[in-house]
């Protein structure tokens, strides 16, 4: 699993890598992080980690202010990929994957033993394997194991001999048994394990339509910890929360499905089942149009809408 990382993109720490922890603090002498720069407050901004296991960088009052994208912010998510400057040093979130304590496995020495064959896993169940003897050819007809182009194989099972002269036995009408072996298609370890991670942790499920808006949505968060973040809405519904992958709410406050945006024939349509929570344009949201300038406020998230025709 990567880890994050602060790197120093400009100012006089240039080039250095922090690492990111709780409580990491930026500023002069009183902060963790000394930037030796006089337009820098003691301790200027401080990093924490949510309990829901995201980290966020707030600025601690200080006299010149946080900066992204030039804009002074009160707090903003961080993730990789997320620049912010304080005075004149630039910094930015990157994801560094652990070294990897493994040795690589050495190649095998000389050829495997003829008689080992390669792992497979099959999609069935094997009939037994037959016992191996000199005489195996005779009483079977086709060897079911074998990789011939036909689809199937018969095996004919000799009847028992029946002694005739113990007269407590009867004659049995004996009709030859055949055993079909079953169809198999070997498949390699990696493609076994790939089908059942598809299976188990994806499973298909029927596809959910969507539908092209007339006019392009954009989403923009000037205020609260996504300041700067940037959405472009092509096709709906989609569904923005603090537990959904795409549109992703990092506000503390944001439910888990905080709000949908649809296409409909009047327009695009937002609605939510929290209005005690998802505010538009300062009052309760149950579900309405978006138009230019409508502002979508959860806790202190507040995002603008712009819609390009």
């Known amino acids: 699993m990567s880890k994050w990382v602060i790197k120093v993109s400009e100012g006089p720490l240039k080039g250095q890598i922090i690492r990111l922890v709780d409580k990491l603090s930026f500023g002069r002498r009183k902060a963790l992080i000394n930037l030796k720069d006089p337009n820098v407050s003691s301790v200027h901004a401080k990093v924490s980690k949510l309990p829901s296991g995201k980290w966020v960088l707030e600025d ?19 993730s990789p990929g997320v620049r912010f400057q304080i005075g004149s040093t630039h910094f930015e979130v990157l994801a560094q994957k652990p070294k990897s304590s493994l040795s690589p496995t050495p190649p095998p020495v000389g050829d495997p033993p003829a008689h080992k064959n390669e792992e497979t896993f ?3 169940t094997l009939p037994p394997t037959p016992p191996f003897n000199e005489d195996f050819e005779t009483s079977v007809t086709k060897n079911p194991y074998s990789d011939s182009s036909e689809k199937t194989s018969s095996a004919i099972v ?3 001999a029946l002694d005739e002269t113990n007269p407590d036995l009867k004659r049995i009408n004996f009709e ?3 055993e079909t072996a079953i169809n ?17 942790f994806f499973p298909k499920t029927s596809p959910r339509p969507v539908f092209a808006f007339d006019d392009v949505i954009e989403l923009i968060f000037f205020r609260g910890v996504q300041t700067g973040t940037h959405w472009t809405l092509g ?5 923005a929360g603090s537990e959904v992958l795409q549109l992703s709410l990092f506000e503390p406050d944001a439910p888990k499905k905080s709000f949908s945006i649809a296409p409909t024939k009047n327009g695009a349509q937002i609605q939510t089942d929290h209005p005690e929570k998802v505010f538009l344009n300062e ?24 819609i390009q025709s």
């Open 184 to 200: 198999l298609t070997p498949l390699k370890w990696p493609e076994a394990l790939a089908e059942l991670i598809q299976n188990t």
């Open 122 to 124: 099959h999609t069935g």
């Open 60 to 78: 601690n009052d200080s006299r010149n202010g946080t900066k992204v994208f030039g804009k002074k912010i009160d707090k903003i998510a961080l």
């Open 235 to 239: 096709y709906g519904p989609r569904v």
């Open 176 to 178: 030859p048994k055949y």
């Open 158 to 160: 000799n009847a028992p």
């Open 283 to 306: 009052k309760p949201l149950s579900s309405e149009i978006l138009n230019t300038g409508d502002i979508i406020r959860i806790g202190e998230t507040e995002i603008e809408v712009q």
